[in-house]
Every structure is written in C-alpha cells, then in structure tokens.
C-alpha cells in the first residue's frame, strides 16, 4: 500500500519559515518524480516544486528564490524548505509522487500564513 504523509505546516507570521517533509513507503522512491502542490481556500491547486528522480528541480515563479525542494532517496523523503513565508502562501500542501502515468497524493498539510 502506498502511503504519503505529509508533515511539518502550521501556523506561522509572514516572513517567518517552515519546512514540510512527506515520507514516502510502498514505492521505489528513488524512481520518482516527487512534487508540492497547493490549492488555496477558492483556488485550483497549482505546482508549487517538483524534483526529478536525478535532482532536477522546478519551482513555480511565485515562489522562485523564496522555497527549496529537495530529497533524501536513504529516508524516502522529500522536503519543501519555505523561506520569507507571505500570506498568500497560505494553502493546504499536498505531495504527490509521480512515474509515467502513475501518481499518489498525500492527504495534504495546512500552512497559514498570518499576523
């Protein structure tokens, strides 16, 4: 059985920072592609980063130089650092794990952004 969980939101001030981890199991995770996306409260859910199974990364722009993607192949773990949080960056964050057609999704983690 493949399981995803999420781990690491919460409520925090703007400009402060988090870091979600989402472990993996029931995969080969070092052959996946691994990603976060989010959907805000009325909005779609939109890429935030994804990693590659080489380590290549992507980032969507409104969150370009502010978040790191990055992952531990030994932990089947991939980790999404959040830096200069804004409160637009407020959304559940879900990791998806990704291999041709086949995906999974975590049940998601909510990250507030707020004063």
């Known amino acids: 059985q493949v399981q995803l969980v999420e781990s690491g939101g919460g409520l925090v001030q703007p400009g402060g920072s988090l870091r979600l981890s989402c472990a993996a199991s029931?995969?080969?995770?070092?052959?996946?592609?691994m990603g976060w996306y989010r959907r805000a409260p009325g909005k779609q859910r939109e890429l935030v980063a994804v990693?590659?199974?080489?380590?290549?990364?992507n980032y969507a722009d409104s969150v370009k130089g502010r978040f790191t993607i990055s992952r531990d192949n030994a932990k089947n773990t991939v980790y999404l650092q959040m830096n200069n949080l804004k409160p637009e960056d407020t959304a559940v964050y879900y990791c998806?794990?990704?291999?041709?057609?086949?995906?999974?999704w975590g049940q998601g983690t909510q990250v507030t952004v707020s004063s």
């Open positions: 998806n794990a990704k291999r041709y057609v086949v995906e999974y």
């Open positions: 029931g995969i080969v995770f070092r052959l996946y592609g």
């Open positions: 990693i590659s199974s080489g380590g290549s990364t």
